[in-house]
C-alpha cells in the first residue's frame, strides 16, 4: 500500500495544510485542593499552638538575659566536651566490637556478642546511676601496682557521664560498624588476599574507606543523639547545660524559662552538628554518585533564580 504525498501541502494527499493562524496548545496546570488544605490546617494548628502558649505567664525576656550567661556558655561547652569524648570512645570501641563480632574466633565473637547484649539491653540512665553509687560496694579501687584510690575520689560526675555514655555509645556502634563492613563486597576482602594483603591491611585500605558511605550517615546521627542524651548527667551532678539552666532557674525565679534557654541551645548546636553531617556524607558519597547532591546555599541560589525566571522557562 502507497500514500501519495502532496509536496505542496507538506503531507498525505487530501489532507489539508495547517492554517496560518494555528494557536499553540494551553497547558492548563492541575489543581491539587488537597495541599491548600492541609497548608490551612497545619497554619491553624501553628496559631492555636502560639495562642496557647500566648496565654502562660512566661517571662520570655529571661530567655535573652541569660541566653549568653557565663553560667551557660560553660555549661554547654562541658556538653560539647562529654559529646566529643563519649563519641570518641564509642567510635574506637565500636570499631573494635565490629571486629571482633565478625572475627572467626568464637571467644573474641562472644565477648563481643555479650558486651552487645548487655549494654543495648539496659537505659543508659540505669548505667549512669550504677556507675555513679559504686562507691556503695567499693571502697577502694585497687589496681595492683598501677593505681589505689578511694572509689569516691576516682569516680568524679565527669568520669562517670564519660564511661556511662561512651561504653553504652560503643554497643550502638559496634552494630553500625558491622553493618557498614558487611555491606562491602567479600570479593574486595579476597582480591585484596590475593594481592598479598594481610588481614590489618585489607581492613584499613580496602574495606573500611568503603564502608564509611554506611556507616557516615547513621553515625552522624549518633552525635546528635549524643548530644542530647548528655542531658541525662544531670542525674550525676555534672554540672552539663541541662542542669546550669536548671540551677539558674531555681535561683532566678524562672524555670520554665531557662529550660526554654537550654532546648533553644540544644537546637542551635544540633542544627550546626546537622550541617556538618550534611558536608561529611556530600564527602563520602563522591565515589558512589554520578552527581553530587547540591549544598545549601546552591539549593538557595537555584530558588532565587528560578523565582526571576518566567514560568516558559526562558529569560
Known amino acids: ?30 489543581r491539587h485542593y488537597g495541599r491548600y488544605v492541609s497548608a490551612a490546617v497545619a497554619i491553624a494548628l501553628l496559631a492555636a499552638v502560639v495562642f496557647a502558649f500566648s496565654q502562660g505567664k512566661i517571662n520570655w525576656g529571661a530567655i535573652p538575659d541569660y541566653f549568653f550567661d557565663d553560667r551557660v556558655l560553660t555549661g554547654m561547652g562541658k556538653t560539647l566536651l562529654i559529646t566529643v569524648l563519649a563519641m570518641l570512645i564509642g567510635v574506637v570501641g ?34 549512669l546511676v550504677v556507675w555513679f553509687n559504686l562507691g556503695l560496694v567499693f571502697e577502694y579501687i585497687n589496681l595492683g601496682p598501677f593505681y589505689r584510690d578511694e572509689w569516691s575520689d576516682f569516680m568524679t560526675p565527669f568520669l562517670t557521664a564519660l564511661l556511662g555514655l561512651g561504653l553504652n555509645e560503643a554497643a550502638y556502634m559496634a552494630e553500625i560498624c558491622r553493618a557498614g563492613l558487611l555491606a562491602v563486597d567479600e570479593g574486595q576482602t579476597e582480591a585484596a588476599h590475593a594481592l598479598g594483603m594481610s588481614q590489618a591491611k585489607t581492613l584499613r585500605r580496602i574495606v573500611v574507606p568503603q564502608a564509611m558511605r554506611v556507616i557516615v550517615p547513621p553515625t552522624g546521627n549518633e552525635v546528635i543523639n549524643m548530644l542530647k542524651t ?58 558512589s554518585s554520578r552527581q553530587l547532591p547540591p549544598t545549601p546555599w546552591q539549593k538557595v541560589k537555584t530558588n532565587m533564580f528560578a523565582l526571576g525566571r518566567p514560568k516558559g522557562g526562558t529569560a
Not at 10 to 26: L, M, Q, R, S, Y
Not at 251 to 265: D, N, R, V
Open 1 to 30: 500500500m502507497t500514500v501519495d504525498i502532496d509536496k505542496t501541502a507538506g503531507g498525505p494527499a487530501g489532507t489539508p495544510p495547517p492554517g496560518p493562524g494555528a494557536e499553540a496548545i494551553k497547558a492548563i496546570p492541575v
Open 94 to 127: 565500636g570499631i573494635v566490637l565490629a571486629v571482633m563480632r565478625l572475627s572467626k574466633n568464637p571467644v573474641t565473637s562472644s565477648i563481643s556478642w555479650f558486651y552487645i547484649w548487655f549494654f543495648r539491653g539496659t537505659p543508659v540512665l540505669v548505667q
Open 230 to 287: 548528655t542531658s541525662l548527667v544531670s542525674v550525676v551532678q555534672y554540672a552539663e547545660l541541662f542542669r546550669v539552666a536548671q540551677d539558674i532557674g531555681q535561683t532566678s525565679g524562672a524555670p520554665a524559662e531557662m529550660l526554654f534557654l537550654a532546648a533553644a541551645w540544644y537546637l542551635l548546636l544540633t542544627s550546626v552538628f546537622s550541617i556538618g553531617q550534611y558536608y561529611l556524607e556530600r564527602h563520602y558519597a563522591r565515589g
